[in-house]
């Protein structure tokens, strides 16, 4: 196990130095963060639709 977390260690540092890939990094986080959320959004907004259009109906 310690090997494993030394190797990725190494690696991960050996990746901080490719110009560029910190940035495309942080995009592809700021990107999925952006989906997780605009999910969780459309789920609520899909929830609260059929709560209203229940409330509608009676």
């Given at each position: 196990m310690e090997q494993d977390k030394g190797l990725?260690?190494?690696v991960e540092e050996w990746l901080?130095?490719?110009?560029?890939?910190?940035?495309y990094?942080?995009?592809?986080?700021?990107r999925e963060t952006d989906k997780r959320?605009?999910?969780?959004i459309?789920?609520?907004l899909r929830r609260d639709a059929r709560v209203l259009w229940l409330w509608q109906a009676t």
């Open positions: 990725a260690r190494r901080s130095r490719v110009p560029g890939l910190r940035t990094r942080r995009r592809e986080h700021r959320l605009r999910e969780h459309a789920s609520r």
